[in-house]
């Protein structure tokens, strides 16, 4: 069964699901934000994915397609499930077809772009001309929706529109909104290649396989342990996560490599500094302390505890320690993933509380600061080791 969300997309789900029409074949519908005039002798900055997203999913909502892209860092949102219609088509009334349903799947993705888009100074006159970061996990889910990987009416190379009734509804594949019959937008002016295919670009170099150590913990593939989880589930809260089939896991993989990679480029590295393993730099922009060995001090977390919720937001006493007991405490479903940044602060203490009555204490015995029993339990559950 094709997985109804894209795996690693953030999801915005929308509700207000409904089906689509079955009677016609599957397709994947291709858009572009097309957010601002621009020219190539009045280039203006891109819109940036945040803000689409942000655009999707309040005001523009009935407008809001199945897939936002981000064609520079890979970063997917996804606000409807594959089954569902969305809403980036018109569809009149007097339209033959329920354009936004006129398929087993009607797969709408919008990449963020507009032509002349200026990103980090670089101005992009085409979408093809863009990393395409993400294209091919793209492609491999809708394919396994059964959306055929051709296009009907040519692959778009410019903005002229072309629209056919009959091949709209008797051929499944790969539509530009120009294609669509009974609308009046003509992009995206072009789109990538499927990869493979006869005009593809020559294969990528394989994904870096060496590793490195960083602070006592190895990264790169073949890598095993819980700096690994850590990192990956980073990525995926950062919206890096577009590689991944599964996981993230305690094992490095390719995916984790090509997902880190995409994340080294959303900072500006380039060439081999963005080859996919992790350098203390970006490690420590990425999840704000450097991972250490599974060992923690019951005294240095107790001093977290005490100091971190009233200092600066985001203060770090003991940063990689206390990540490791709020990992744990992400792990017993008693603090969310994304505040697992090795700030010990007040969501960290309330999840903390929790788990010492979980233990069995009530009071002022729960305050949330660690003592030596808790962390104890904590970390036999969890696998690290408690020291005074």
């Known amino acids: 069964m094709p997985e109804l969300w894209l795996p690693g997309a953030e999801v915005h789900d929308l509700g207000d699901h409904a089906p689509t029409d079955h009677q016609y074949p599957p397709k994947a519908i291709a858009h572009i934000t097309w957010d601002r005039d621009a020219s190539a002798a009045a280039p203006q900055d891109w819109c940036t994915f945040d803000d689409l997203v942000t655009y999707f999913t309040t005001s523009g909502a009935g407008d809001a397609p199945h897939l936002v892209w981000d064609p520079f860092s890979g970063r997917t949102a996804q606000l409807f499930p594959a089954d569902s219609r969305s809403r980036s088509l018109l569809s009149p009334p007097g339209s033959p077809t329920r354009t936004n349903r006129a398929g087993r799947v009607v797969l709408q993705i919008e990449a963020v772009f507009f032509p002349y888009c200026r990103h980090r100074g670089t101005v992009y006159p085409r979408l093809v001309d863009t990393p395409c970061a993400g294209w091919g996990h793209l492609q491999a889910w809708t394919a396994s929706w059964g959306v055929p990987e051709t296009w009907p009416m040519g692959r778009p190379a410019d903005f002229r529109s072309r629209r056919d009734e009959q091949v709209w509804q008797t051929r499944g594949g790969w539509y530009a909104h120009a294609h669509v019959p009974d609308n009046d937008h003509t992009d995206p002016g072009s789109w990538p290649d499927f990869a493979g295919g006869p005009s593809s670009p020559p294969p990528a170099e394989p994904p870096s396989r060496h590793q490195v150590t960083v602070n006592g913990l190895r990264y790169g593939y073949g890598a095993h342990g819980y700096q690994v989880t850590v990192v990956g589930r980073a990525l995926v809260a950062h919206g890096f996560g577009g590689h991944y089939r599964s ?103 309330t999840a903390y509380a929790a788990w010492q009555r979980r233990c069995g204490y009530a009071d002022a015995d729960a305050d949330g600061v660690p003592g030596h029993d808790s962390l104890q339990r904590l970390g036999a559950a969890h696998d690290f080791t408690v020291t005074g």
């Open 247 to 349: 996981g993230p896991g305690p094992d490095w993989t390719d995916a984790d490599t090509l997902n880190y990679a995409d994340y080294q480029r959303s900072l500006g590295y380039s060439g081999p500094a963005a080859d996919g393993v992790p350098g203390p730099t970006s490690l420590l922009r990425l999840l704000g302390y450097l991972p250490g060995p599974r060992t923690v001090s019951v005294t240095h977390v107790a001093a977290a505890a005490a100091t971190d919720p009233g200092a600066e937001q985001g203060h770090r006493t003991y940063g990689a320690e206390v990540a490791i007991v709020e990992q744990a405490l992400a792990d017993e479903g008693l603090l969310e993933q994304r505040w697992v940044d090795g700030s010990f602060g007040s969501l960290t203490v």
